[in-house]
């Protein structure tokens, strides 16, 4: 066959491909495959938060298919990159629902992704975990959207808590570092807010875009106000950054806080001893604890090939490992006859369901589709390069 | 006996006639009919996608309507799509306006905004005016995310399904005859203003615009309207995409969406109305066509499977551009043009 020939026939088959509608009985569920969709970032800016991720939940999987599957069934996962841009992860949930048929989506991706996906959530009974930590996923009740992970109120709440509470201070010098994004401009509130409730005013409010790779005005004016506790509500590259600049300008304040999509041992290779300051926030367990959970996630990494080098994020890995896993166990409570109703049904058995250290303890109803509102604190250990746990699952405290 | 020919006219009424031969006539229809039968014959997924190029269509004829016919070049596109976008979202999820109203307050939005550009850009040209428009851009980005009263910021705003006179349009199917519908209408309008006074005049200053002058054009008058049709046309576009998307953000409208309707009316062919078409189908469709082609070349050559990344798309799509520009400077109209000559010049080559 020649050249020309091959390529015929290759063209051929993507235009048929691209043209036709495969046709199923039931959406995604046969006697011997279950097929997932899942819409994460994989290529572009952002893409080192979204691999790592993808990573975790495609591995969890693949570890269930090698463990006899779910109820006989092997589970396809389909990963579209969305390249962080809602217009195409809404694209991308069309063609898993039409074409490739899917039971579900396991996440369609950020907030706004999540909201530019909703009428479709709901329209196709989409049982999902969405990539987004924000009250409006579950209050009101949207009965397809399943939240995991701590809002950012309550992580920055836990943060200012732990100020005052753990570290005693009476009167500190908070400065606040965001992004003019949602979760920047959430946690800058919730952060203002809550140091009010203590009876102390916030001595700077800066922005620091997304894509910074200097932060010099933002640590000078730190520096210059004396500021003593940092609390930054932006993700990691340019929380990186901003350490790293802190370094440059001998700027070392008592505490540098971060939230969850800055929490990773990441920051600590990347910033060594500037880091040494460093706590971060975190609904899911760290890299280093000791909790069977994270053991299984480490086994999992080591069969499939990847060292800690290779996965890049570790906290995001785990959050993806903790989102297949909550899949897994619903399609087992789910049983044989699996649809997006009984699916959904599943779900809403959780009680205290326990993932090993994962993520808290967490329960879903058919009223409340909300997350643990539990976090941990870690420090930047930087002798072994790692964060560390310094405080177990906690809420924010209640104020008077 | 004299024999008439096929493309002889006797009057100015044939002379202006949209669809001058049968042919044109019954290929039409043809392309109506197919156009009517989409929807039955593939999938939903296809129609979104066919949904999105409509809107992808409008806005590339406003810009080239500016950039290709008049020769003013802006990078600011995406925002007039921003504040056509954000009138709809605005008009249907806090007044309750019906689509009647939304659609065209976003065109005449835009257009408001376009004039407010075009005046102060009437003495710029080249890469001057695309700093300039570019600027405008920025600033519509920084309004959009700071004015959260109006436009809630970095939350962005839900839109209400579509509701024709009592019809939801609920379905990418329901969408599709609606989107087509309007896309005929600006193709239709587009092609009748190039025809007209108005559009040589565009043409025109395009040319040479010290010459157009010298013949009697008011400069500052086309310019001006240039930038208004353009920009209404972005403003529909953006009112209908509010529609589609049910949300909208100001990261939705950033300069890659300016650059990208660029590249479609490069890609598709500058100053020409069925390039501006081609173009948006191109850049929304050609993606979507990569993916399927890797996905089939994996299933041939199985040893490819693993090394296959998304990454590849875009290189790919990059490499397909760039292809374009160095062998088709004229665009895929050009190709068109070279298509239907040599069907028409058939059996003779030339």
Partial sequence: MNVKRVLGVVLVCALTCFFSSPAMAARGVTDDTIKLGLILVKTGPVAALGLPDGHGMVDYMKYLNEQGGVHGRKIDVIWEDDEFQPPKSVAALQKLIHRDKVLTVITTGGSQQTIANMKTINDYKLSNVPNALMKEFFDPYHPYIFAMGALYETQFECIVDYIFNDLKEKNPRIGVVYTKKEYGKIGLNAIRERAKAYGVDLVNELVLPTGAVDASSQVLTLKQNNVEYVITCDVLPPIISFVKTTEKYNYKPKAIFGFNWATDDMIVKACGKAAENYIGANFVGGWSDDSPGVKLAKKIAKKYGRDEKSIGLTSLYLHGIGASLLFGEAFKRAGRDLNPDSLKAAFETFRDFDSGGIFPPLSYTDKSHAPPEMIKLFKADVPNKRLKAITGWRKPMKMK | ?350
């Fill in chain 2, 1 to 350: 006996m004299a024999i008439r020919s096929k493309t002889f006219r006797e009057s100015y009424y044939e002379d202006i006639k949209l669809f001058q031969t049968i042919w044109i006539k019954f290929w039409m229809m043809l392309f109506i009919i197919a156009l009517v039968a989409v929807p039955f014959v593939t999938d939903p997924y296809l129609v979104y996608i066919i949904d999105i190029s409509c809107i992808a269509t409008i806005a590339a004829l406003g810009l080239n309507i500016l950039t290709g016919f008049t020769g003013q070049i802006s990078l600011g596109h995406a925002a007039f799509l921003a504040i056509g976008a954000y009138t709809t979202a605005i008009f249907a999820s806090t007044l309750n306006m019906k689509f009647w109203v939304c659609l065209p307050a976003s065109g005449v939005a835009a257009a408001c905004a376009g004039l407010l550009v075009g005046i102060p850009c009437l003495r710029l040209k080249g890469l001057y005016l695309a700093m300039a428009t570019m600027s405008f851009g920025v600033v519509v980005e920084y309004v959009t995310v700071t004015w959260e009263d109006l436009t809630l910021g970095v939350r962005g705003i839900s839109v209400p399904t579509l509701d024709v006179f009592g019809y939801a349009l609920d379905s990418n199917e329901k969408l599709y005859y609606f989107l087509v519908a309007v896309t005929a209408l600006a193709v239709i309008a587009a092609t009748n203003l190039v025809r007209t006074r108005v559009g040589r005049a565009f043409i025109a200053i395009r040319d040479r615009d010290i010459a157009a002058e010298v013949m009697g054009v008011n400069l500052t008058r086309y310019k001006v309207l240039a930038f208004a049709i353009g920009s209404f046309y972005a403003g529909v576009a953006g009112g209908l995409y509010a529609y589609v998307m049910h949300y909208i953000h100001p990261d939705h409208f950033t300069f890659l969406l300016s650059v990208q309707y660029l590249a479609m009316i490069i890609i598709g062919g500058l100053g020409s109305v069925l390039g501006s078409v081609f173009g948006a189908v191109f850049v929304t469709v050609v993606p979507e066509f990569i993916k399927a082609l890797a996905q089939t070349m994996t299933l041939v050559f199985p040893a490819l499977e693993d090394k296959y990344d998304d990454a590849w798309n875009i290189a790919a799509f990059g490499l397909l551009i760039m292809l374009f520009l160095i062998f088709e400077p004229k665009g895929l109209s050009g190709i068109w043009l070279r298509i239907k000559t040599c069907f028409k010049n058939w059996p003779y080559t030339y």
